[in-house]
């Protein structure tokens, strides 16, 4: 059974920094793309930033230059360092994982609260 668990949420002021943890069991992990979602309240669910299996990276516009995605697969883990906080950064925060060609299901963390005051 896979599991994502995130951590490292927090209330932070505007222009302190975080990093978001996301350990994975039951997977290897490896093999699979990765992304970083969050939800704010009264709003849908956003990308926030992917990795792909090889590493590559790619960031929703209002996090470029700010906010930076990795992972390491010996640790089973992901992160996101997020830098130069902003009000419109507060969501929930979840880690995913992007299913493989002919698997069914994504998996889901179950979010970590990111609050910054201003």
């Known amino acids: 059974q896979v599991q994502l668990v995130e951590s490292g949420g927090g209330l932070v002021q505007a222009g302190e920094s975080l990093r978001l943890s996301c350990v994975a069991s039951g997977s290897l992990f490896s093999l699979y793309d990765m992304g970083w979602y969050r939800q704010a309240p009264g709003k849908q669910r956003e990308l926030v930033a992917g990795?792909?299996?090889?590493?590559?990276?790619n960031y929703a516009n209002s996090v470029k230059d700010r906010f930076t995605i990795s992972r390491d697969n010996a640790k089973k883990t992901m992160y996101l360092q997020m830098n130069s906080l902003k009000p419109e950064d507060t969501a929930v925060y979840y880690c995913?994982?992007?299913?493989?060609?002919?698997?069914?299901?994504?998996?889901w963390g179950q979010g970590t609260q990111v609050t910054v005051s201003s």
């Open positions: 990795i792909t299996r090889r590493s590559t990276t």
């Open positions: 995913k994982q992007e299913r493989l060609p002919g698997q069914r299901d994504d998996y």
